[in-house]
């Protein structure tokens, strides 16, 4: 098998799996338990929110878990945005729902965003922006964050930005740095969010030295189970839950924490870090293998459109093959073993979107300057640690075959 959709998630390592197994049969007390069986699962949560919190050079009582990168951007933005509404609103910080009434809605608070977020910030944002809220997209066409437009958009009345360190369908890095800067110079009480999904593993992120206030992560993009994710929130930070219950993770996200996700999200973090310098490592090797799939697909296809960016991400490279079908194509590639994705894996949820809705949203692809034919012959190849020169190759002489079947 030549798995090339390592975006969408990563084959869990071998000790991940062992270590979930283990701690679901062995430590399947309730962590929130107060005898010593439930004091050993709470033990393996802290551990793991150490380890996690080592890896960003955060404080561990900084780092809350979620169920995964979708709902952590959600509380992200969710959680600090209404939050935030409230303190200007005047309002009870116990009732979350209060941040939203139209009765306490201040329109002077708005968000800055780019228009190539993940759908669990974009829609997020618009719920917001239906509530009254403005929110300012910031363009990002071929990956270039259009920085003018975004320090006109900054002023006293920011209360959040929230910015993709690497985009998810293009790899593109977004330039957090200058961004957090421009923040502290023209809006220095908005909050800075960055979904990192698909950074972590392959940047060293340093949230607090950055000045970024928010950050998600996810365990299935590097190697660890599903179902778990983290979201860092600096100290000091006021927020509003968007999970009711039992008070878990300080009341941040409530409901009994899935320890064993949490305990293979730990494995996985430390077979990522490996000796310390492991993440430069694959940076360095999966580079090679991009840049050598650039150069296959640009001998074998003259045609081809490269929509990623060299100095993007290592383990993304989205390319367009005018003429070819993709759906089509993704189909004879499967029948041999070779998968690879098409955009993001969130949207083959919706085949056949609704067409208004089309109107108003655009597809990513869009607003990124893919035409329609090169939206409709796009493929996303991402890499993962075991990904080789020869995966790539085999790609791309199977997709010569496919378009020498099509002739």
């Not at 209060?98 to 190539?116: F, H, R, W, Y």
């Not at 950050?215 to 929130?233: E, R």
């Not at 941040?252 to 990522?272: D, H, N």
């Amino acid at each position: 098998m030549i798995y090339l959709d390592n975006a969408a998630t990563t084959r869990p390592y071998k000790e991940v799996v062992s270590r979930v197994a283990d701690v679901s049969y062995a430590c399947f007390a309730n962590a929130s338990s107060p005898h010593a069986f439930g004091k050993k699962a709470r033990s393996i949560i802290e551990e793991t929110r150490c380890i996690v919190a080592k890896t960003l050079d955060v404080l561990p009582e900084e780092i809350f878990f979620t169920s995964g990168g979708t709902e952590a951007n959600n509380l992200a933005t969710r959680g600090s945005f209404m939050a935030a509404a409230a303190v200007s609103a005047d309002v009870d910080n116990n009732d979350p729902d209060q941040a939203i009434k139209g009765d306490v809605v201040q329109p002077n608070l708005s968000i800055i965003t780019s228009e190539q977020e993940h759908p669990s910030v974009t829609r997020s944002l618009r719920d917001l922006k239906r509530s009254g809220y403005p929110v300012t997209y910031i363009a990002a066409p071929h990956g270039v964050f259009d920085l003018e437009s975004y320090k006109k958009a900054l002023d006293a009345n920011v209360a959040l930005i929230s910015l993709m360190w690497t985009q998810n369908v293009f790899g593109y890095h977004f330039p957090i740095e200058q961004a957090a800067r421009l923040r502290d110079e023209l809006a220095p009480k908005a909050l800075l969010h960055s979904d990192a999904v698909q950074a972590y593993g392959f940047c060293e992120l340093r949230p607090k030295e950055i000045g970024i206030d928010l950050l998600s992560i996810s365990a299935h993009k590097i190697g660890g189970p599903k179902g778990v994710g983290a979201l860092y929130v600096r100290n000091g930070i006021k927020m509003f839950t968007t999970v009711f219950g039992g008070g878990q993770e300080d009341g941040l996200r409530s409901g009994t924490e899935a320890v064993p996700l949490i305990a293979g999200f730990a494995k996985a973090v430390e077979i990522m870090q490996g000796d310390g310098s492991k993440i430069a490592a694959t940076t360095t090797r999966l580079r090679s293998v991009w840049l050598h799939l650039e150069s296959r697909l640009r001998q074998q296809f003259p045609e081809v459109v490269l929509n990623s960016r060299a100095d993007g991400s290592p383990a993304i490279l989205h390319f367009s093959i005018p003429g070819l079908n993709n759906k089509n194509a993704i189909d004879f590639l499967g029948d041999r073993n070779i998968y690879i994705g098409i955009s993001t894996a969130c949207d083959t949820n919706h085949i056949r979107p609704n067409e208004v809705v089309r109107k108003k949203h655009p597809l990513v692809a869009r607003l990124a300057g893919l035409s329609a034919e090169e939206e409709q012959g796009s493929f996303r190849a991402s890499f993962g640690v075991d990904t080789t020169i020869e995966d790539v190759d085999a790609l791309v002489d199977t997709l010569v075959y496919f378009r020498e079947r099509l002739g």
